[in-house]
């Protein structure tokens, strides 16, 4: 997919050389021999497969592997959502931060299993039980238009579902993906549907769709003679290794969601069922023409690539670049604009880089730019190849002194050999517009609805030249489908080899070396002269004495002077009004603190936020970064807002002791409400030790993530059993570290209740749980986010009380969210309601709940 990212002139100098090889920041590519000939094979390929689902690690990696490596077609994953609504194996990051994780997962697994990925606009709200709910909240027909947009720029022979379109997918947003995938299979090649497009693409209609089954859709000895099978299952010797553990490796990149995956060796036998088109008996594939035939005037091209083919030395690949010249010229030659000359043509010029050795880069001196300051660059060309290669030469977005002005870029003219492993180094200042937006992703710069992102309908200010004219911006359908925003800014160096000139273009970067990790890359991104962070999930009061609330300042540039002030509604006072700043250095942070405090008694649920004002400019937005090895460092700016709840809440116990397990912010969330509350290392879980604790609270998945448990179990009951209360946070139903997690036997399942507000039945009105310290009614489940709860147990021991019941429309009740089994002269808990999301959203019913099950037997007690 390609998206315009140079001034105007300088995209129409590409397309009319037609030599655009551009890169997303992260390490340089390099290449070696047998991955040069692999991507020689598949210039001789002219076929593209798109595989469909519903989120991120729903996708097929041996498939896509084979596919991509085996069958060495085009090959596309486009999930319709970012996983937003999923839970996080990692960190405490939920919802759009989460989405973000899994959406750099995907790009990780991508580049191992050599496919494409993309995305539609569908928000993944959390778990859906039908396709009917999911397009009650999902825009149908707007996911739709995005899953044609990406059929018809790809264009796909052979579109392949993960899921069947009924109940048998699992998930409301599974079925709704196949659903989609089929009424997108006959719209994609219509005219009259989402005839706006027609403006970029022409319609496309692929051969056929397919349903790709496995075994956990097929009952055990069911006849699979109807389906076509492919055996994905085969080694790769250019690659040195099989699909399968191609696949592993891509499937592990999930790490968020707890996938990591065991490689699989030899036969491994993938079902596919005739969905709609036309019918095939033995293969997805067959008749259609997949070689240069399928192209006007291709025939003699196949002949030229087959040639470099057979000349290929692995011990000398830029022997190859005459004969991939050839190829080129020849396809410049042929008829017609065709989306497969144009795709062919980019993977030569790809392939000639690689052949050649050549190292392209272009690294900022820093991480961020500030709009209005200088951006130090370090410009490197290197020609690894024994090849005559000249720099002619390179065009920087922006202007200095040492460079010439072309249009709103500036270009360096060198017109310099690179001989054989001597790089060529220049230093250049670029300076960034004043108006230019904060790299925040594209898909989250507007505010969009529960079920769906909303794109700007013009994104603008992509690459630095600062203009009139509209060069520079974006129209929604150029981003839309895309997993990232396109680079901050990019470098375009033309170089000359054998008298043919080659354009590419590459990202401007920051690199650094680590101590542990060696040398990594981000993104250069753009930041606001200060972001200002709230430090807290969400402020609560119990009573009406004031709360001292931290506010982070970041300076994105040096002498960021301004005023920072909190806004709240009536009822509630900040002292002082405002407080100024002067910070001196870039980067440098200064933390000032506000008291607020609640007027009246009256309980209410409202929002906080902090407003900086810089050169009388308002800014509103914080910086948030997630930091993990296996992905890219990833910015965000997200609103410097915080709950603000003043409740009536009453509480007895002091001293909380917390277990952390996969992560989430429920520790701060019980120091609101005034809780010492210490954080446990499992070594600590000594009887003993944990006897000094009102009531030790197990964080989210905690038996799934933390192996000490089996080992630790006793002690943690012998605390309960002395008198303690022990809370354990929804588990996972798959891989528990231990068999049992209660004191009774306890069955963990998939059940959930997914509408948040659900009416709630009270089974046990008496109960303490309901009443002590603080009475718990219907009203205390209204407002929830999401999900009301997840991981109920399916059966459990008589032992264990069931306090409350409620279920999904339609559905039986579920009578587990809440079981208490008295155990010795204490408590324990097993609760799968969504505290980790309710707590940090401000949820006034879910605080007193969680302050009921910690207090629980405290009145006998005292």
Same mark, same amino acid.
């Given at each position: 997919?390609?998206?315009?990212?140079?001034?105007?002139?300088?995209?129409?100098?590409?397309?009319?050389?037609?030599?655009?090889?551009?890169?997303?920041?992260?390490?340089?590519?390099?290449?070696?021999?047998?991955?040069?000939?692999?991507?020689?094979?598949?210039?001789?390929?002219?076929?593209?497969?798109?595989?469909?689902?519903?989120?991120?690690?729903?996708?097929?990696?041996?498939?896509?592997?084979? #596919?991509?490596?085996?069958?060495?077609?085009?090959?596309?994953?486009?999930?319709?959502?970012?996983?937003?609504?999923?839970?996080?194996?990692?960190?405490?990051?939920?919802?759009?931060?989460?989405?973000?994780?899994?959406?750099?997962?995907?790009?990780?697994?991508?580049?191992?299993?050599?496919?494409?990925?993309?995305?539609? *606009?569908?928000?993944?709200?959390?778990?859906?039980?039908?396709?009917?709910?999911?397009?009650?909240?999902?825009?149908?027909?707007?996911?739709?238009?995005?899953?044609?947009?990406?059929?018809?720029?790809?264009?796909?022979?052979?579109?392949?579902? *993960?899921?069947?379109?009924?109940?048998?997918?699992?998930?409301?947003?599974?079925?709704?993906?196949?659903?989609?995938?089929?009424?997108?299979?006959?719209?994609?090649?219509?005219?009259?549907?989402?005839?706006?497009?027609?403006?970029?693409?022409?319609?496309?209609q692929p051969k056929r769709l397919f349903w790709n089954t496995g075994s956990f859709f097929v009952k055990p000895g069911?006849?699979?003679?109807?389906?076509?099978?492919?055996?994905?299952?085969?080694?790769?010797?250019?690659?040195?290794?099989?699909y399968g553990e191609i696949a592993a490796r891509s499937r592990s990149q999930h790490r968020s969601q707890g996938f990591?995956?065991?490689?699989? *060796?030899?036969?491994?036998?993938?079902?596919?069922?005739?969905?709609?088109?036309?019918?095939?008996?033995?293969?997805?594939?067959?008749?259609?023409? #997949?070689?240069?035939?399928?192209?006007?005037?291709?025939?003699?091209?196949?002949?030229?690539?087959?040639?470099?083919?057979?000349?290929?030395?692995?011990?000398?690949?830029?022997?190859?670049?005459?004969?991939?010249?050839?190829?080129?010229?020849?396809?410049?030659?042929?008829?017609?604009?065709?989306?497969?000359?144009?795709?062919?043509?980019?993977?030569?010029?790809?392939?000639?880089?690689?052949?050649?050795?050549?190292?392209?880069?272009?690294?900022?001196?820093?991480?961020?730019?500030?709009?209005?300051?200088?951006?130090?660059?370090?410009?490197?060309?290197?020609?690894?190849?024994?090849? &005559?290669?000249?720099?002619?030469?390179?065009?920087?977005?922006? +202007?200095?002194?040492?460079?010439?002005?072309?249009?709103?870029?500036?270009?360096?003219?060198?017109?310099?050999?690179?001989?054989?492993?001597?790089?060529?180094?220049?230093?250049?200042? +670029?300076?960034?517009?004043?108006?230019?937006?904060?790299?925040?992703?594209?898909?989250?710069?507007?505010?969009?609805?529960?079920?769906?992102?909303?794109?700007?309908?013009?994104?603008?200010?992509?690459?630095?030249?600062?203009?009139?004219?509209?060069?520079?911006?974006?129209?929604?359908?150029?981003?839309?489908?895309? &997993?990232?925003?396109?680079?901050?800014?990019?470098?375009?160096?033309?170089?000359?080899?054998?008298?043919?000139?080659?354009?590419?273009?590459? !990202?401007?970067?920051?690199? *650094?070396?680590?101590?542990?990790?060696?040398?990594?890359?981000?993104?250069?991104?753009?930041?606001? &002269?200060?972001?200002?962070?709230?430090?807290?999930?969400?402020?609560?009061?119990?009573?009406?004495?004031?709360?001292?609330?931290?506010?982070?300042?970041?300076?994105?540039?040096?002498?960021?002077?301004?005023?920072?002030?909190?806004?709240?509604?009536?009822?509630?006072?900040?002292?002082?009004?405002?407080?100024?700043?002067?910070?001196?250095?870039?980067?440098?942070?200064?933390?000032?603190?506000?008291?607020?405090?609640?007027?009246?008694?009256?309980?209410?649920?409202?929002?906080?936020?902090?407003?900086?004002?810089?050169?009388?400019?308002?800014?509103?937005?914080?910086?948030?970064?997630?930091?993990?090895?296996?992905?890219?460092?990833?910015?965000?700016?997200?609103?410097?807002?915080?709950?603000?709840?003043?409740?009536?809440?009453?509480?007895?116990?002091?001293?909380?002791?917390?277990?952390?397990?996969?992560?989430?912010?429920?520790?701060?969330?019980?120091?609101?409400?005034?809780?010492?509350?210490?954080?446990?290392?499992?070594?600590?879980?000594?009887?003993?030790?944990?006897?000094?604790?009102?009531?030790?609270?197990?964080?989210?998945?905690a038996y799934n993530t933390i192996d000490r448990l089996k080992y630790q179990q006793k002690e943690l009951l012998e605390?309960?059993?002395?008198?303690?209360?022990?809370?354990?946070?929804?588990?996972?139903?798959?891989?528990?570290?231990?068999?049992?997690?209660?004191?009774?036997?306890?069955?963990?399942?998939?059940?959930?209740?997914?509408?948040?507000?659900?009416?709630?039945?009270?089974?046990?009105?008496?109960?303490?749980?309901?009443?002590?310290?603080?009475?718990?009614?219907?009203?205390?489940?209204?407002?929830?986010?999401?999900?009301?709860?997840?991981?109920?147990?399916?059966?459990?021991?008589?032992?264990?009380? !069931?306090? +409350?019941?409620?279920?999904?429309?339609?559905?039986?009740?579920?009578?587990?969210?809440?079981?208490?089994?008295?155990?010795?002269?204490?408590?324990?808990?097993?609760?799968?309601?969504?505290?980790?999301?309710?707590? !940090?959203?401000?949820?006034?019913?879910?605080?007193?709940?969680?302050?009921?099950?910690?207090?629980?037997?405290?009145?006998?007690?005292?």
């Amino acid at each position: 997919m390609r998206i315009p990212r140079l001034r105007a002139a300088l995209l129409a100098l590409l397309v009319a050389h037609g030599n655009l090889f551009s890169a997303q920041a992260q390490a340089p590519k390099t290449y070696s021999s047998s991955e040069i000939l692999l991507g020689l094979k598949k210039l001789n390929v002219l076929g593209s497969v798109l595989y469909i689902a519903a989120h991120p690690d729903d996708e097929n990696t041996r498939l896509i592997s084979y #596919m991509a490596n085996g069958r060495l077609l085009e090959t596309g994953y486009l999930s319709c959502t970012r996983g937003d609504g999923g839970q996080n194996l990692i960190g405490p990051e939920l919802r759009e931060q989460l989405g973000v994780i899994r959406t750099q997962e995907l790009l990780a697994a991508r580049r191992i299993d050599g496919g494409k990925q993309f995305f539609t *606009r569908a928000n993944d709200f959390g778990f859906s039980k039908t396709a009917e709910e999911t397009f009650t909240i999902w825009d149908k027909e707007q996911v739709l238009a995005d899953m044609v947009w990406v059929i018809r720029q790809r264009r796909p022979d052979v579109l392949i579902t *993960r899921f069947p379109p009924d109940a048998r997918a699992g998930h409301g947003h599974h079925t709704a993906s196949a659903i989609l995938a089929a009424e997108a299979f006959d719209a994609a090649g219509d005219p009259k549907r989402f005839p706006e497009q027609l403006k970029y693409v022409q319609p496309w209609q692929p051969k056929r769709l397919f349903w790709n089954t496995g075994s956990f859709f097929v009952k055990p000895g069911e006849n699979m003679d109807g389906y076509l099978k492919l055996d994905a299952g085969g080694y790769n010797p250019l690659l040195g290794q099989s699909y399968g553990e191609i696949a592993a490796r891509s499937r592990s990149q999930h790490r968020s969601q707890g996938f990591g995956s065991a490689a699989t *060796r030899g036969e491994a036998l993938e079902y596919l069922q005739f969905t709609k088109g036309e019918k095939a008996s033995k293969d997805p594939f067959e008749g259609i023409d #997949m070689s240069w035939s399928r192209v006007k005037g291709g025939a003699a091209v196949g002949k030229l690539v087959e040639d470099v083919i057979k000349k290929y030395d692995p011990a000398n690949p830029s022997a190859s670049v005459t004969g991939l010249l050839k190829v080129r010229a020849a396809i410049d030659k042929m008829p017609g604009a065709d989306f497969w000359k144009t795709e062919k043509r980019e993977k030569i010029d790809e392939l000639v880089y690689a052949c050649l050795g050549l190292s392209l880069t272009a690294n900022a001196s820093e991480a961020t730019a500030t709009p209005g300051n200088q951006v130090n660059l370090s410009i490197e060309a290197l020609n690894r190849s024994s090849l &005559p290669v000249t720099l002619k030469w390179f065009e920087a977005p922006a +202007i200095d002194g040492e460079l010439a002005a072309v249009g709103n870029s500036a270009r360096k003219s060198l017109d310099e050999a690179l001989v054989n492993g001597k790089p060529v180094a220049k230093q250049v200042t +670029i300076t960034a517009p004043t108006k230019l937006f904060p790299s925040q992703p594209y898909w989250l710069r507007e505010t969009g609805t529960t079920g769906m992102y909303r794109v700007p309908d013009v994104v603008e200010n992509y690459t630095w030249p600062e203009h009139p004219q509209q060069a520079n911006r974006v129209e929604s359908w150029e981003v839309l489908g895309t &997993p990232e925003n396109p680079p901050v800014s990019e470098v375009l160096f033309k170089v000359e080899v054998a008298g043919t000139a080659l354009y590419y273009s590459k !990202p401007v970067q920051y690199k *650094r070396t680590d101590p542990v990790y060696g040398e990594l890359y981000r993104p250069l991104t753009v930041v606001p &002269p200060v972001a200002v962070n709230i430090i807290g999930q969400a402020y609560v009061f119990a009573d009406n004495q004031p709360k001292t609330v931290p506010v982070n300042l970041k300076a994105g540039r040096a002498d960021a002077r301004g005023t920072v002030a909190l806004q709240v509604p009536a009822g509630w006072k900040v002292e002082p009004a405002s407080i100024p700043f002067d910070i001196k250095n870039r980067d440098e942070e200064r933390t000032v603190s506000f008291q607020v405090q609640p007027v009246g008694n009256q309980e209410s649920s409202t929002q906080l936020r902090a407003v900086a004002t810089v050169d009388g400019q308002s800014y509103t937005r914080g910086i948030q970064t997630i930091n993990y090895p296996h992905i890219p460092v990833q910015t965000l700016f997200p609103e410097a807002v915080a709950p603000l709840v003043k409740l009536d809440l009453k509480r007895r116990a002091d001293n909380i002791g917390y277990l952390m397990g996969a992560g989430d912010e429920v520790p701060d969330a019980l120091r609101q409400l005034g809780y010492n509350v210490t954080l446990l290392k499992p070594e600590e879980l000594t009887a003993d030790k944990l006897k000094r604790y009102d009531a030790v609270v197990l964080g989210v998945r905690a038996y799934n993530t933390i192996d000490r448990l089996k080992y630790q179990q006793k002690e943690l009951l012998e605390y309960v059993e002395r008198g303690g209360n022990l809370v354990v946070q929804y588990t996972v139903s798959r891989g528990t570290v231990l068999p049992e997690i209660g004191p009774y036997p306890l069955k963990l399942s998939n059940d959930r209740v997914t509408v948040e507000n659900a009416p709630v039945r009270f089974l046990k009105p008496q109960h303490p749980l309901l009443n002590t310290p603080n009475k718990i009614t219907s009203k205390d489940f209204e407002g929830w986010q999401q999900e009301q709860g997840l991981y109920y147990p399916s059966e459990w021991d008589p032992k264990y009380q !069931p306090v +409350i019941s409620s279920n999904d429309p339609g559905e039986k009740p579920k009578d587990s969210a809440i079981l208490v089994a008295d155990y010795g002269k204490g408590h324990y808990i097993y609760t799968g309601l969504s505290f980790f999301r309710e707590l !940090p959203a401000g949820v006034p019913g879910a605080y007193r709940l969680i302050t009921n099950m910690i207090e629980l037997g405290k009145d006998k007690a005292n």
